[in-house]
């Protein structure tokens, strides 16, 4: 599998063997950077977004491949933003502003966990030998 903690997981935990390797099949086609919603990934890969957010909390729990963040929707632009900084200018300077389109950002916004890819993907495979144009 792409992540070690993919393997470790599917060792531990056989009843999630195939949910651990169909995430692992996707965590591998994205960039590093790439923020995971689950339920949006729950809805892509019609699995249960509760079991899905367990396997990519576990992965996140006990490797450094994916972490898990806090964050907040923009209501104008749909922006994600840092849960943690928003909550902290909100408190200091008693406003924050969106990351993406800069309007104020109102209180009470509800926060949502998605999981970050932390590690490159795999390099794509070799091109096959020969039949190669000059
Ligand atoms: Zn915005």
Redesign the pocket.
Known sequence: MFLAGSERLAAEKPQWRELVGRVDGELATMRKGAEIDPAILARIMKVDPFDLENVLRALAGDESDLSERQRVV?P????PNDADRYAKQLAGEGESR?T????P?PSGLPRSTVFVLEVDPPPAPEPPRGNVPI
């Open positions: 923009c104008s632009c749909r922006t969106c993406g389109c800069d309007e950002l």
